[in-house]
C-alpha cells in the first residue's frame, strides 16, 4: 500500500540538468535503458569514476516519460516491498552528474552512430520486451503473459490489451515460472487486496467483475524442474479462500529429495507436502498445478479456447513425448515460458536466436557494452542483474581510464534532440500527480499533458 | 481512495528506515562492536548498539551491504555470513528469511540475511563476511548522510 507516496518521499525538485555545463575533459556516456540493470550500472560507474576523480556525465535514456522499467511495470503490484528499491535508484536519479532522457526511443529518435559520435561509451540495458513463443497453431488465440503484467501494471503499450475476465470461469496459463504465478496470483486474490497498490485502475475493476473461479498452471516438465520459487509458491497456498490441486503424477523418493540442493530440496518438499495439507472446505475458487504437458495446438470452440497438450515423460531433465494427448477447454489461455530480448539498433550484432546481444563479459565492440537481461537473457532476480551491472561497470571505467576525455564527444546537447523529452523533473510532476489522485497514469499522453501543465 | 495516499503521504515523510541507527551509542554498556569482513580479506570494525539493525548499521559505516527492499524481506541483497560461533545466538530465520535465503547465490549453513540481524549485548564480537556476489557501491563516493 502507498506505492506512489513511498516513490514521492525520497524526490525532490533539482536544478534542470540541461543548465549544467560540462568542459571538454568530461567523460560523455550513456546508459540506454532505466530499469535495474541500468540503474545498478549508473550507480557503480559514478561510484568508480567519482573515486578516481575522473569527471563523468552520465545520461540515462529511457523510452517511457518514466523511470524504473520492470520496477514499475514488471513487479506485480501485491509486492510493494520489491518496489523500494526506486528509492537507491532516485538517488541515483539525483546525483549530479547523472541526467534522465525519458520519451525518447533509442535506435528511432537516436541512431547508433550519432549515440557512438557523441558518448565515450554506451551502456545497452534496455531489457527483454519481447516473448518466448510456442510456435503452435493458433497461437495469437492464447495470451502474451508479460502483456497481461504490463496491463495490470499500466504500462502505456499494454494499457489497451482487450482483457475481459467477467465471462471467463477457467483460466490456463502456459508455464511453470514466477509469471506464471504472479499472474494465477492476481486472478485468484480477492481484489479488495489490491486496492490501494498501483495497479491500474481499469484492472482493478476488470478483477473486481472477473468470473475466473479456476486457474490451471501446466508446465512441461515435472515437478523438480519448476521454474518459480518458493516464495512465491508460498504465497499460492496462503491465499484466503482458495483451494488447489497438485497434480504431480510422479514419485519423488526420499532419497531424491533428501539429494537435492537446498532450495530445489525445500521448494519440493513445500509443493510435495502442500498435496497433503488440509484445505478449506468449500474454498470460493480454486487452482491446479498440471506437469508434464507440451502444448501442441490451440482452438476456439464455441465460447471456450481449447488446448492440447502432448504428454511427456521425464528422463533424467528432459521431457520425453509420449503418445498420448490431453485437451484441456478454457476460456481464457496465457503463454508464460520466458521473455526474449529484440534487437534495438540494425547496425549491431544480436543474437536472434537467443533474443541477446553477444557480448563478452559485457563489452560487445569497442565503446558499447550491455547488462541485465538485454546481455544475459532474461532469468535471475534483481541480485543477480545488480552484479552483473556491477561487473560490467568496473569493465567500463577501465576502458575509460584508456581513453581521454575526448572534446569530440559531446553527449546529449549534440544529439540535437527536437522533440519533447522529459527530465527528472517532469517524472517528479507525474509521481506527484500519481500521489494526488492514487492513480498510476497509464497513457504517454496524459503522462506529457503532466509534464507541459504549469 | 485519495485521502488514504495523502494520509501516507504525511506518515511517510516523517519515519525514516535505518534513522535509529544513526544515534551514537549513549554508554559503553550499551555498544555492540561487530567485524565486518569483505570477500578480499578486509576487515571493518564497526561500533554498533543494542537495537541496531546490521544492514543500517552497515550503511552508516560505509559497509557493503546493498538492502535493495529496505528490510522488507524482499531481496536478498544484504546476504552475508555469520560466524559459527555467533548463529545460535541469533534467533532462528523465519520462513520468510529462508526462502529468500534459497534465492541467494554462494548460500552455506551459516547464511543469513543482514536486515535481520538486531543487535544485542549477547552479540558483541559479532563477526560477519559478505559473500562474493553482493557489494554495495555509494552514489558519487559521498559520505553517506541521515537522508
Known amino acids: 500500500m502507498g506505492a506512489f507516496t513511498r516513490q514521492l518521499g525520497c524526490i525532490k525538485r533539482v536544478i534542470h540538468q540541461s543548465q549544467v555545463r560540462y568542459s571538454s575533459t568530461h567523460h560523455h556516456v550513456c546508459v540506454i535503458g532505466s530499469g535495474p540493470a541500468g540503474f545498478y550500472a549508473a550507480q557503480h560507474l559514478l561510484k568508480l569514476r567519482a573515486a578516481a576523480q575522473k569527471p563523468l556525465q552520465l545520461d540515462m535514456f529511457e523510452k517511457l516519460p518514466v523511470p524504473f522499467g520492470l520496477v514499475r511495470y514488471g513487479v506485480a503490484p501485491d509486492h510493494p516491498e520489491v518496489k523500494n528499491v526506486i528509492n537507491t535508484f532516485t538517488s541515483v536519479l539525483k546525483n549530479k552528474s547523472v541526467r534522465f532522457v525519458g520519451n525518447i526511443q533509442a535506435g528511432q529518435h537516436v541512431t547508433l552512430q550519432q549515440l557512438v559520435n557523441a558518448y565515450h561509451a554506451i551502456i545497452l540495458c534496455y531489457g527483454a520486451t519481447s516473448d518466448r513463443l510456442l510456435n503452435i497453431p493458433n497461437e495469437n488465440l492464447i495470451t502474451s503473459a508479460r502483456e497481461f503484467v504490463g496491463w495490470y501494471n499500466g504500462l502505456p503499450a499494454n494499457a489497451n490489451l482487450p482483457v475481459s475476465l467477467k465471462s471467463c470461469n477457467t483460466a490456463l496459463i502456459i508455464g511453470h515460472g514466477n509469471v506464471a504465478l504472479d499472474i494465477a496470483r492476481i486472478l485468484l486474490t480477492n481484489e479488495s487486496s489490491l486496492q490501494g497498490t498501483d495497479i491500474a485502475e481499469y484492472a482493478l475493476k476488470e478483477l473486481k467483475n472477473s468470473g475466473v473461479k479456476q486457474v490451471l498452471i501446466v508446465g512441461r516438465r515435472g515437478v523438480l524442474q519448476v521454474a518459480f520459487t518458493i516464495k512465491e509458491f508460498r504465497e499460492m497456498v496462503k491465499l484466503p479462500n482458495v483451494g488447489w490441486d497438485i497434480q504431480t503424477e510422479e514419485t519423488v523418493s526420499d532419497a531424491t529429495l533428501e539429494a537435492l540442493p537446498r532450495a530445489r530440496k525445500r521448494l519440493t518438499s513445500l509443493i510435495l507436502d502442500s498435496c497433503k495439507t488440509n484445505q478449506a472446505a468449500s474454498p470460493e475458487k480454486s487452482w491446479t498445478l498440471k506437469f508434464l504437458r507440451s502444448p501442441e495446438k490451440v482452438e476456439r470452440v464455441g465460447d471456450k479456447i481449447h488446448v492440447t497438450f502432448r504428454i511427456n515423460k521425464m528422463e533424467g531433465e528432459k521431457a520425453v513425448p509420449t503418445d498420448k494427448l490431453e485437451t484441456i477447454p478454457c476460456d481464457i489461455a496465457f503463454r508464460s515460458i520466458g521473455y526474449k530480448g529484440t534487437k534495438l539498433f540494425h547496425d549491431l550484432p544480436f543474437d536472434e536466436a537467443t533474443g541477446v546481444i553477444p557480448n563478452n563479459h559485457g563489452k560487445v565492440v569497442d565503446g558499447i557494452y550491455t547488462c541485465g537481461w538485454a546481455g544475459q537473457g532474461p532469468r535471475g532476480v534483481i541480485l543477480s542483474t545488480m552484479q552483473n551491472a556491477f561487473d560490467v561497470a568496473k569493465t567500463v571505467s577501465h576502458d575509460l581510464d584508456g581513453s581521454e576525455g575526448s572534446s569530440v564527444k559531446q553527449g546529449f546537447e549534440s544529439l540535437n534532440i527536437s522533440h519533447r523529452v522529459t527530465h527528472y523533473d517532469d517524472y517528479v510532476k507525474i509521481a506527484e500527480f500519481e500521489s494526488k489522485t492514487g492513480n498510476k497514469l497509464t497513457s504517454i499522453d496524459e503522462m506529457m499533458r503532466v509534464c507541459n501543465s504549469v | ?147
Open chain 2, 1 to 147: 481512495m485519495k485521502n488514504l495516499f495523502i494520509l501516507l503521504l504525511v506518515c511517510l515523510s516523517v519515519t525514516f528506515h535505518g534513522e535509529y541507527e544513526w544515534q551514537d551509542p549513549k554508554s559503553e554498556e550499551e555498544v555492540v562492536n561487530v567485524v565486518v569482513g569483505d570477500k578480499d580479506g578486509n576487515k571493518f570494525n564497526v561500533r554498533g548498539k543494542i537495537g541496531d539493525n546490521l544492514l543500517y548499521l552497515s550503511k552508516r559505516f560505509e559497509v557493503q551491504m546493498e538492502g535493495a527492499c529496505e528490510a522488507s524481506l524482499a531481496c536478498t541483497t544484504c546476504h552475508i555470513y555469520v560466524d559459527h560461533e555467533f548463529l545460535d545466538l541469533l534467533p532462528e530465520a523465519t520462513e520468510t528469511e529462508e526462502d529468500l535465503l534459497d534465492q541467494a547465490p554462494f548460500l552455506k549453513e551459516n547464511s543469513r540475511l543482514g536486515c535481520q540481524i538486531i543487535l544485542n549485548k549477547q552479540l558483541d564480537g559479532l563477526k560477519v563476511t559478505l559473500p562474493a556476489a553482493t557489494k554495495n557501491f555509494y552514489v558519487d563516493g559521498h559520505k553517506p548522510t541521515p537522508h
